[in-house]
């Protein structure tokens, strides 16, 4: 994530509404990747300080689940993250607003590495291979829904969130019964959206052959698949040739998982850059990025030992995973051609 910078000069981070020191209003751009300091002109619109016209997202001036700006001719009245939202929370609910502005403030960091990576990013509402997001409750968290369980997951364009990750309690337990060391809103949006562009950017590309050349078959049985990942518990040796023990489920949770690496990767590197913690050329190619991720990773997991916390990415990136990860990184970069990755090995 990049840093900013208000026009008073202070500093500003990405998930702020307000300048902590001259007070005034600030808003994020999707569309100029700035965050504007702004003044009120009148009840629907907002001037910068360089006198462009804005106007603010609806859930920024409603529920205040959002900080983001739309530009003053939009038709919108939702920035490009809100729009992708099908069903928002029940906000009759006690503690549903914070919940949803986590998974928001999340969202909101997935879709600007996307847009970042100058990858598409189309509401269900405009395209039929567009996304959508649905933030829904099961009865564990509030009786009166109807659904009984939430499960989180994305099918054909649809990203399903249980709110509860938003949780900390839930993510906990969830953490301890699953064994997991890591487990985040931002992590599952990211893992999610891996699987919302496969379908878009693989499946019926050219690049599916390399895709199952590297992570194998993704016809194979979906359910039998997790059905067995989970009656042969524990693994050994998964670290071997996954970034983690639930990639080992289904070549396309593989594919997934790598995805939300790689955009962990990217923002986490970005941060560093931006804070002077790491110099290195934007345009670095995926060997040097590799190589900085691995020793930023450890310096964070150091530094989170040094205050009595968890590491910060328990993670390891073996050879299999790296090859993994050049593939993703060739999808993604349009000037690759597919075939260079015959040459990766
Ligand atoms: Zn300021
Ligand atoms: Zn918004
Ligand atoms: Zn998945």
Redesign the pocket.
């Known amino acids: 994530m990049k840093t900013f910078r208000c026009d008073c000069g202070s500093q500003l981070y990405f998930e702020n509404t307000v300048c902590l020191s001259c007070n005034k209003l600030i808003a994020y751009d999707f569309t100029s990747d700035e965050m504007n300091r702004l003044t009120k002109l009148d009840d629907n619109y907002y001037l910068t300080d360089f006198n462009k016209k804005l106007k603010l997202c609806k859930n920024y001036t409603e529920y205040n689940v959002c900080n983001a700006s739309i530009p003053a001719e939009s038709e919108s009245q939702l920035c490009i993250s809100c729009q992708l939202n099908r069903t928002i929370p029940n906000l009759d609910v006690i503690d549903n607003i914070q919940k949803w502005a986590r998974l928001e403030k999340s969202k909101r960091r997935l879709v600007r590495s996307l847009l970042q990576l100058g990858l598409p990013v189309i509401s269900y509402a405009q395209s039929e291979n567009g996304l959508a997001f649905d933030f829904l409750q099961g009865q564990q968290q509030n009786p009166n829904v109807d659904n009984e369980f939430v499960t989180t997951?994305?099918y054909k364009g649809l990203i399903t969130i249980n709110l509860a990750e938003a949780d900390d309690i839930y993510l906990e337990n969830t953490k301890s019964e699953l064994g997991e060391q890591y487990r985040t809103p931002l992590g599952h949006l990211r893992?999610?959206s891996g699987?919302y562009y496969f379908d878009l950017l693989i499946r019926d590309s050219k690049w599916i052959d390399i895709f199952r050349e590297i992570f194998g078959s993704e016809e194979g049985d979906y359910q039998q698949a997790l059905d067995h990942y989970y009656q042969s518990k524990p693994h050994t040796n998964w670290n071997q040739n996954y970034i983690s023990e639930y990639a080992m489920v289904h070549p396309?949770?593989d594919w997934?998982e790598c995805w939300a690496h790689y955009l962990h990767m990217i923002d986490t590197l970005e941060s560093a850059k931006n804070l002077n913690i790491l110099d290195f050329d934007e345009n670095n190619d995926i060997d040097a990025q590799l190589y900085n991720w691995s020793n930023l990773a450890i310096a964070m997991n150091e530094l989170n030992r040094s205050m009595g916390l968890n590491d910060a990415y328990p993670f390891i990136l073996n050879t299999a995973v790296v090859k993994k990860l050049y593939f993703l990184d060739q999808v993604i970069d349009p000037n690759f051609a597919p075939t260079r990755l015959v040459e990766v090995d």
């Open positions: 997951g994305h893992h999610e699987h396309l949770e997934a």
